[in-house]
């Protein structure tokens, strides 16, 4: 008799699959955005930095003078009871959070909103950061860490400086066991196991006695046969 297999039990979406969101400390995005912020500024202070379970950078709580606070993702450089300005006027200094058509060329932001008042989608991940290449009357080009020029309203909001945390992934995990803790807390499946190596009745790539190689998954394919290369562009060694 076989069993389900990793795709079709990750479809089914059960508790192992399921990512531990009531661990995380909230909902890291920028305020609602205002009127006040569009034509002056709002001054809010660091009150603390945070580690989210599972995210590679620090999250700051910032507390506003007149009331309300959130959370941000910190950049490198911001320290706990230092002054954030949010707006318009702000200085383009590190930690400060400003429409892009204000941020001068060449400045380096991270935490970028791709529509104004979406709290920030763009360059959140540790040690990134995208570069402000020039500016248009309805359109802010900013190259991103790929290297992708992207086009972005100029009213979409961005913090200074890059994120903080860089040069996580220089060290190593050094014991399986360090990778189990951050699997578990991104439901990661871990560990995997290749589908070559299980018994037939296990994985259609099961079964090593005649190995006849298998086939590219098809795009439409139900779980349990979208194995391996899924609809992929080319496969097999580049010649030439």
């Not at 660091?46 to 700051?60: E, I, M, N, S």
């Not at 066991?177 to 009745?201: C, D, E, N, Q």
Request: proline share 8%; hydrophobic share 35%.
């Amino acid at each position: 008799m076989g069993k389900r297999l990793l795709v079709q039990r990750r479809g089914r979406g059960g508790s192992v699959f399921r990512a531990p969101s009531w661990k995380r400390v909230g909902e890291v995005k920028y305020l609602s955005l205002s009127k006040e912020e569009l034509e002056g500024k709002l001054t809010g202070k660091v009150q603390a930095l945070l580690h989210d379970p599972g995210r590679g950078a620090p999250v700051a709580l910032i507390r506003l003078e007149g009331g309300g606070k959130f959370l941000m993702v910190a950049p490198e450089g911001l320290t706990v009871g230092q002054e954030v300005e949010i707006g318009a006027l702000a200085d383009p200094k590190i930690g400060n959070i400003m429409p892009l058509k204000f941020i001068p060329e060449g400045t380096s932001v991270c935490n970028i909103e791709v529509n104004p008042g979406d709290g920030g989608k763009l360059v959140r991940s540790s040690g990134g950061y995208a570069t402000v290449v020039s500016h248009a009357p309805d359109k802010t080009i900013v190259q991103l860490p790929s290297g992708e020029l992207k086009r972005i309203n100029p009213l979409c909001r961005a913090t200074i400086g890059a994120v903080a945390g860089g040069g996580r992934i220089e060290k190593p995990f050094l014991k399986a066991g360090a990778k189990y803790h951050l699997a578990k807390v991104k439901a990661w499946k871990y560990p995997t196991v290749r589908g070559k190596a299980m018994s037939p009745y296990a994985h259609p790539h099961g079964g090593g006695s005649h190995p006849t190689g298998s086939t590219p998954a098809g795009r439409k394919a139900p779980p349990g046969a979208k194995v391996g290369h899924i609809a992929p562009r080319r496969t097999g060694r580049r010649k030439g």
